[in-house]
């Protein structure tokens, strides 16, 4: 009798080996993407004096120690993944020693207070260098700062944060940043530019830099911008940014800044015409805390100087009213082609431009994405005629959000907003927020209210919960009338998947993970 013939099936089986796990770990590329996702802290939950939670994460790498032990490839491998990182916060129970020796094998650095080291990193990717001004906190001192600054020359992002005390307020020194040849986020926030030091500084960071942030710069002034030979400059691109005299004149020039953004303080307002040194700008960001400047200057030089600027965002907090200032004549003047993004957010609106939606149609011809937000509900009203103006005018509109008062009930906005059709028919999120009131009349008979969930739709919308529950009890059983009214507002428009109405968000999708991304 010949030997027992296996069947096709087992036959075409593969065969298990126990050692193929170990076999693929043994492979450095994949070990080191496993890596990744091995945990090297611990949280904990503690309640503060004000009896509120708060979670701490501690560096604790107990995971990574027992890998560590397996042998020498994974020892080598995992290593550089466990100190890639440094948080002070995290590490601070970490001895000095430990983290002297391990140092070398920093990339991201975080100092959030104050060791000083020593620290032999000179591999940094990125650099955020805190300043706290609690009366008992420890900061790392400013030798030890720049010296971190200054051994990394390859960093691509720094975040400095000087001191805000005028007695001991740090003062930039262009040295510090002589050798950053790679940086491309640069934020400096509270510093002294003496003697045009911030100039100097920026001249040093020209041909790399793309986005600049600078906050409570002090004794910086317009006159720091000397004047020099005209020279043609280009962007990354190799597309010619414009040059020095048409620059202004100045010397500085940032040709691959796309990004600047200059939160206001009263103690300097020329921080804002650095802009004019930044040909190829692509979007200008401005925190508007006074109103002792000429906008109308702004907006000529943003014009004249930066004609590929698309994005406007102004946050506008200035509470004093000043004759002759005029947030509509920066918004219609700033752009040579037309913007493409505005975002206006004013918390006292009733000193802010009533008719700002008259201005932002300056750009309808270009506009896609735009957000009103009056803080303050009480002092800023829109106009139904100017919204229902942009959603006819704006044809290439894809995202709206006005958050205000309307002038006339939120039942009444909506009826007006279909009296004319839209010209936006590539709208995809649209988000109303007109009064205080959430889901409709608060007293509501259950014949007036409806059912709409993650799997119960309405007229083709769904509601799914929200990180913040505050809103449920209410928006569970909204008003029938209402829903009516919004979806029959927006049912000719194919490409919306995304409406909200007085904080109450609905998709089309029934999938929750799609509508996490409103």
Not at 419 to 428: A, K, N, T
Not at 479 to 496: A, D, H, I, T, Y
Request: charged share 25%; glycine share 6%; hydrophobic share 35%.
């Amino acid at each position: 009798m010949g030997p027992r013939r296996k069947n096709k099936q087992q036959k075409s089986r593969p065969k298990l080996s126990n050692t193929s796990a170990r076999d693929v770990l043994a492979l450095p590329e994949v070990l080191a993407r496993v890596g990744w996702f091995l945990p090297y802290f611990s949280v904990q939950t503690v309640t503060t004096k004000w009896g509120s939670l708060e979670s701490i994460r501690r560096f604790q790498p107990n995971t990574f120690r027992a890998c560590f032990l397996v042998c020498k490839l994974w020892y080598r491998t995992l290593l550089p993944i466990l100190w890639h990182e440094y948080v002070f916060d995290e590490m601070q129970r970490v001895p000095t020693c430990v983290i002297e020796r391990y140092s070398l094998l920093f990339r991201h650095f975080d100092s959030h207070g104050g060791r000083d080291g020593p620290f032999n990193c000179t591999l940094l990717e990125s650099l955020f260098l805190r300043y706290d001004d609690a009366p008992k906190a420890i900061n790392m001192c400013m030798l030890t700062q720049r010296k971190l600054v200054r051994m990394n020359p390859g960093i691509e992002f720094l975040k400095w944060e000087g001191s805000e005390a005028s007695k001991t307020r740090a003062r930039l020194d262009e040295a510090d940043f002589e050798l950053l040849d790679n940086i491309r986020d640069l934020r400096l926030y509270q510093w002294s530019s003496y003697q045009g030091s911030l100039v100097k500084a920026l001249r040093a960071m020209a041909r790399t830099l793309e986005r600049l942030e600078l906050s409570e710069i002090h004794s910086f002034k317009e006159s720091d911008l000397p004047k020099g030979q005209p020279q043609e400059h280009k962007d990354d691109t190799g597309v010619s940014g414009g040059t020095d005299k048409e620059s202004g004149g100045r010397e500085l020039v940032l040709p691959r800044v796309k990004i600047l953004q200059v939160p206001y303080f009263p103690k300097n307002t020329d921080l804002i015409y650095l802009a004019g040194c930044c040909p190829n700008l692509q979007q200008f960001t401005m925190d508007i805390t006074v109103a002792r400047f000429d906008m109308s200057r702004l907006a000529s030089a943003l014009k004249v100087h930066c004609p590929r600027l698309s994005i406007l965002v102004i946050n506008d907090s200035h509470d004093e009213f000043e004759r002759g200032f005029s947030i509509g004549s920066l918004i219609q003047g700033c752009s040579l082609h037309g913007l493409n993004k505005i975002k206006f957010v004013a918390l006292t609106p009733r000193n802010s431009e009533k008719d700002i939606l008259r201005s932002i149609l300056t750009h309808s011809a270009t506009l896609e994405h735009l957000s009103v937000d009056y803080y303050c509900e009480l002092y800023g009203a829109f106009d139904p005629k100017e919204i229902l103006r942009v959603l006819v005018e704006c044809r290439r509109l894809k995202t709206l959000s006005l958050s205000g008062g309307a002038g006339m009930s939120t039942l009444a906005t909506l009826k007006f907003l279909q009296g004319q059709p839209w010209g936006c028919q590539g709208l995809e999120q649209l988000a109303f927020d007109f009064d205080g009131e959430v889901g409709g009349p608060l007293r509501r008979a259950p014949s007036d209210t409806v059912n709409i969930s993650s799997t119960t739709s309405f007229m083709g919308w769904y509601r799914h919960p929200e990180e913040s529950s505050c809103l449920d009890e209410e928006a569970d059983a909204p008003s029938k009338l209402w829903l009516k009214e919004l979806f029959g507002m927006v049912k000719g428009q194919e490409r919306l998947q995304f409406v909200a109405l007085n904080l109450i968000h609905y998709s089309r999708s029934p999938d929750p993970k799609l509508s996490a991304i409103w």
